[in-house]
């Protein structure tokens, strides 16, 4: 057969697969619309006074800064920086976006270079009856080979559209990973400080108790007291003398926390000082709408992503049920000598034109498409409970606040008449209408309702925290976060 000839068929055979490959198989994704609400709480709940809700406003700084406290600002600086589920979160998105090259690079003519030396004998039952017999020799062969599969129904392209949204669902991943470890970092931080500072104001309560019973132990063993006051003031002693090892530990366990999220053991690490007193309320609070959260929140992006991703793999269950063309092309040169390879007598080609259908499979082909449509399914439920979820957070933020708003204004008023009655015990005192018993217990009762004061306002920097994390957090973009600093990859390959 003449080349030109041989040629010709397989031209006309790739043209029609370029043309006949312009269609895809499967639904083209389209994201679900956004739900038609305008408001995360009821008429009914109120939302915070004091902290000004700016509705329809994202958040455009990192919002842990709005707390002003440089300590605060270093530990979430060390976290980001040091974190090693970060580090990881940053290689699986680089091997899920190598994965999106190299699903690219198969859908193109794949072309390579063969090179072959052997030797071989032949028995003499190759020929049949006439026994010749051919002595062994030894070959060598070397050319190029390609080979292509048009994406006749689009299957491949749906392979990687599957796969490039499977590298913006490890994006969002770690996006989402990002916002969660950053809000944990700041609500275990401010959880950290405030413990200390209830824990600075306990050892004054316990200070005073102990005084108390000592005047009490007095005046008992000098007859105007009674064994009742005795038992009652060392009962208050030992009480709040039992509130003190918890705050301990829980200091201890915060502290713990946030050295692992700074990428360290707890033996090696100590946070930086932060002054729960300088702790500043953020006075503004940015309130996404909910149409635009859908948008920005890194979980539902993810999970959008993953509907897309599940789309995506219907496409290609629905290619496997057509047929596929496989072309191939080898020229090579084949010599019993090595000086032979150059001769242009040599040569030796071959062109292949391949069609595979499936005929019976026992329906395991239209079994996969079913089944990559439940997937589809279940996955836009998950898209559709993760939204809801996001409002619930938001709204559960919302709400917070506006009870810790009362709370604290409550609080506020217990610690001014406190402060109040205990100047009044005071002047009484000075004026010998008071005994000293009196003063001190006015003292206790300022310092508890002080520490009363400082649950509530860790509470309310809390859920100012919680609705941060709840509206999606900070953006990433920009932020270092991969390997970790002084490492080198081909060392850790190493390991």
């Given at each position: 057969?003449?080349?030109?000839?041989?040629?010709?068929?397989?031209?006309?055979?790739?043209?029609?697969?370029?043309?006949?490959?312009?269609?895809?198989?499967?639904?083209?994704?389209?994201?679900?619309?956004?739900?038609?609400?305008?408001?995360?709480?009821?008429?009914?709940?109120?939302?915070?006074?004091?902290?000004?809700?700016?509705?329809?406003?994202?958040?455009?700084?990192?919002?842990?800064?709005?707390?002003?406290?440089?300590?605060?600002?270093?530990?979430?600086?060390?976290?980001?920086?040091?974190?090693?589920?970060?580090?990881?979160?940053?290689?699986?998105?680089?091997?899920?976006?190598?994965?999106?090259?190299?699903?690219?690079?198969?859908?193109?003519?794949?072309?390579?270079?063969?090179?072959?030396?052997?030797?071989?004998?032949?028995?003499?039952?190759?020929?049949?009856?006439?026994?010749?017999?051919?002595?062994?020799?030894?070959?060598?062969?070397?050319?190029?080979?390609?080979?292509?599969?048009?994406?006749?129904?689009?299957?491949?392209?749906?392979?990687?559209?599957?796969q490039q949204a499977l590298a913006e669902y490890q994006a969002d991943q770690m996006d989402a990973l990002y916002v969660a470890l950053?809000?944990?970092?700041?609500?275990?931080?401010?959880?950290?400080?405030?413990t200390g500072a209830e824990i600075s104001v306990l050892r004054t309560i316990v200070a005073e108790d102990q005084k108390i019973l000592?005047?009490?132990?007095?005046?008992?063993?000098?007859?105007?007291?009674?064994?009742?006051?005795?038992?009652?003031?060392?009962?208050?002693?030992?009480?709040?003398?039992?509130?003190?090892?918890?705050?301990?530990?829980?200091?201890?366990?915060?502290?713990?926390?946030?050295?692992?999220?700074?990428?360290?053991?707890?033996?090696?690490?100590?946070?930086?000082?932060?002054?729960?007193?300088?702790?500043?309320?953020?006075?503004?609070?940015?309130?996404?709408?909910?149409?635009?959260?859908?948008?920005?929140?890194?979980?539902?992006?993810?999970?959008?992503?993953?509907?897309?991703?599940?789309?995506?793999?219907?496409?290609?269950?629905?290619?496997?049920?057509?047929?596929?063309?496989?072309?191939?092309?080898?020229?090579?040169?084949?010599?019993?000598?090595?000086?032979?390879?150059?001769?242009?007598?040599?040569?030796?080609?071959?062109?292949?034109?391949?069609?595979?259908?499936?005929?019976?499979?026992?329906?395991?082909?239209?079994?996969?498409?079913?089944?990559?449509?439940?997937?589809?399914?279940?996955?836009?439920?998950?898209?559709?409970?993760?939204?809801?979820?996001?409002?619930?957070?938001?709204?559960?933020?919302?709400?917070?606040?506006?009870?810790d708003e009362d709370a604290a204004a409550l609080a506020d008023h217990a610690v001014s008449t406190a402060r109040t009655s205990l100047?009044?015990?005071?002047?009484?005192?000075?004026?010998?209408?008071?005994?000293?018993?009196?003063?001190?217990?006015?003292?206790?009762?300022?310092?508890?309702?002080?520490?009363?004061?400082?649950?509530?306002?860790?509470?309310?920097?809390?859920?100012?925290?919680?609705?941060?994390?709840?509206?999606?957090?900070?953006?990433?973009?920009?932020?270092?976060?991969?390997?970790?600093?002084?490492?080198?990859?081909?060392?850790?390959?190493?390991?």
């Amino acid at each position: 057969m003449n080349r030109t000839k041989a040629v010709l068929p397989l031209s006309l055979l790739l043209s029609s697969s370029l043309l006949v490959s312009a269609c895809s198989s499967g639904p083209n994704f389209s994201k679900p619309d956004a739900p038609q609400i305008g408001a995360y709480t009821s008429k009914e709940e109120v939302l915070p006074i004091q902290q000004r809700i700016v509705l329809g406003k994202r958040i455009e700084t990192d919002w842990w800064t709005l707390f002003s406290s440089p300590g605060l600002n270093t530990l979430i600086r060390q976290t980001v920086n040091n974190n090693y589920s970060l580090a990881a979160a940053r290689e699986t998105l680089a091997q899920a976006e190598a994965s999106v090259q190299a699903e690219s690079g198969s859908l193109l003519p794949q072309a390579a270079l063969g090179a072959t030396a052997g030797r071989q004998k032949y028995g003499a039952a190759l020929f049949g009856p006439a026994n010749f017999n051919i002595p062994p020799f030894t070959y060598y062969e070397v050319g190029p080979a390609l080979s292509w599969t048009p994406d006749l129904f689009g299957g491949g392209r749906r392979a990687l559209e599957r796969q490039q949204a499977l590298a913006e669902y490890q994006a969002d991943q770690m996006d989402a990973l990002y916002v969660a470890l950053t809000g944990d970092t700041v609500t275990t931080a401010l959880d950290m400080a405030a413990t200390g500072a209830e824990i600075s104001v306990l050892r004054t309560i316990v200070a005073e108790d102990q005084k108390i019973l000592t005047l009490v132990k007095s005046a008992y063993a000098a007859g105007s007291s009674t064994r009742m006051d005795m038992l009652s003031a060392d009962k208050q002693l030992t009480a709040d003398q039992a509130l003190l090892p918890p705050l301990l530990q829980r200091l201890s366990v915060s502290r713990h926390a946030l050295a692992i999220f700074a990428g360290h053991a707890p033996a090696n690490w100590l946070p930086p000082d932060l002054d729960y007193n300088r702790l500043t309320l953020p006075q503004q609070l940015p309130l996404s709408l909910p149409s635009d959260l859908v948008k920005q929140r890194p979980d539902i992006l993810a999970s959008a992503a993953d509907l897309h991703a599940a789309s995506a793999a219907i496409g290609v269950a629905t290619a496997n049920l057509y047929p596929q063309i496989t072309l191939s092309a080898n020229m090579m040169q084949e010599a019993l000598t090595p000086a032979g390879i150059f001769n242009a007598s040599n040569n030796a080609w071959a062109l292949a034109a391949g069609v595979s259908a499936p005929l019976f499979d026992g329906g395991r082909l239209t079994a996969q498409k079913r089944g990559a449509e439940h997937v589809y399914r279940a996955s836009l439920a998950r898209y559709r409970q993760t939204i809801l979820v996001a409002f619930r957070q938001v709204a559960d933020a919302l709400t917070a606040l506006a009870q810790d708003e009362d709370a604290a204004a409550l609080a506020d008023h217990a610690v001014s008449t406190a402060r109040t009655s205990l100047e009044l015990v005071r002047m009484s005192y000075r004026a010998g209408a008071t005994g000293l018993i009196d003063l001190h217990n006015a003292q206790r009762g300022w310092e508890k309702a002080q520490w009363d004061q400082i649950r509530i306002r860790q509470q309310r920097y809390l859920d100012s925290a919680r609705l941060f994390v709840a509206l999606g957090g900070s953006p990433m973009a920009g932020k270092n976060v991969g390997i970790l600093p002084g490492e080198d990859l081909s060392a850790v390959a190493d390991k």
